[in-house]
């Protein structure tokens, strides 16, 4: 899960493409309705209560905001909170679309086998553990749970650090986070990405 580049599949039925690892996301929620029931996402656009209240379970445990994790979650699935989703194009799956060896081995599970789980077993087993690596995120800035997601190395740096240069591969393919079009992708701008989605998650759904 470091830096990749993001999944295409919603296309141009998302709002606002953020290219992140491999993997679509969306700043703004597509229409409600035609989920199935293992996902996250109701067919009516509700937030599924078991799977509710397993994101304030686990992002409790890891000093998370609860709205934080449901919005990295949002954005990593275009908002379906469906953990069989990939990415046609790299492969990456789930819920925080997991992608890389190292990141599978933390997990404990093989893409077939996440893409067979609900979201909730998903999210209580692959996701904890996932996340459980970085340790406890009590005291951190909360919008580093983003980055844990899309690039570790920016985690607890000023919102200055560069991630990606313009010019670069990485920088081409995130280039949505480059809000200020000074050709260079930093920690801030991340943060500043998922704070916006986090906003949206909660004016939808609560938490």
Same mark, same amino acid.
């Given at each position: 899960?470091?830096?990749?580049?993001?999944?295409?599949?919603?296309?141009?039925?998302?709002?606002?493409? #953020?290219? /992140?690892?491999?993997?679509?996301?969306? &700043? @703004?929620?597509?229409?409600? !309705?035609? *989920?199935?029931?293992?996902?996250?996402?109701?067919?009516?656009?509700?937030?599924?209560?078991?799977?509710?209240?397993?994101?304030?379970?686990?992002?409790?445990?890891?000093?998370?905001?609860?709205?934080?994790?449901?919005?990295?979650?949002?954005?990593?699935?275009?908002?379906?909170?469906?953990?069989?989703?990939?990415?046609?194009?790299?492969?990456? #799956?789930? /819920?925080?679309?997991?992608?890389?060896? &190292? @990141?599978?081995?933390?997990? !404990?599970? *093989?893409?077939?086998?996440?893409?067979?789980?609900?979201a909730v077993e998903q999210l209580n087993g692959p996701v904890r553990r996932y996340f459980a690596q970085f340790g406890s995120f009590a005291g951190r800035d909360h919008r580093d749970a983003y980055l844990a997601v899309f690039a570790p190395a920016g985690i607890g740096r000023p919102d200055?650090?560069?991630?990606?240069?313009?010019?670069?591969?990485?920088?081409?393919?995130?280039?949505?986070?480059?809000?200020?079009?000074? !050709?260079?992708?930093?920690?801030?701008?991340?943060?500043?990405?998922?704070?916006?989605?986090?906003?949206?998650?909660?004016?939808?759904?609560?938490?």
């Amino acid at each position: 899960m470091k830096a990749r580049a993001l999944l295409g599949a919603m296309g141009a039925a998302l709002a606002a493409l #953020v290219v /992140l690892g491999g993997r679509s996301a969306s &700043a @703004a929620p597509p229409p409600s !309705g035609g *989920t199935a029931k293992k996902k996250g996402v109701l067919a009516d656009g509700s937030l599924d209560p078991e799977f509710r209240s397993a994101t304030v379970e686990v992002a409790t445990e890891r000093g998370i905001e609860p709205g934080m994790l449901l919005a990295v979650m949002a954005l990593e699935t275009g908002w379906t909170m469906d953990p069989a989703i990939r990415n046609p194009q790299s492969g990456a #799956v789930g /819920l925080i679309q997991f992608l890389h060896p &190292a @990141a599978l081995k933390v997990a !404990g599970a *093989t893409k077939d086998e996440l893409a067979a789980m609900t979201a909730v077993e998903q999210l209580n087993g692959p996701v904890r553990r996932y996340f459980a690596q970085f340790g406890s995120f009590a005291g951190r800035d909360h919008r580093d749970a983003y980055l844990a997601v899309f690039a570790p190395a920016g985690i607890g740096r000023p919102d200055g650090f560069v991630l990606y240069a313009g010019g670069t591969k990485a920088y081409e393919q995130n280039r949505g986070l480059d809000k200020d079009g000074d !050709g260079q992708i930093t920690a801030g701008d991340v943060r500043r990405s998922i704070e916006g989605v986090r906003n949206k998650v909660l004016s939808r759904w609560g938490l």
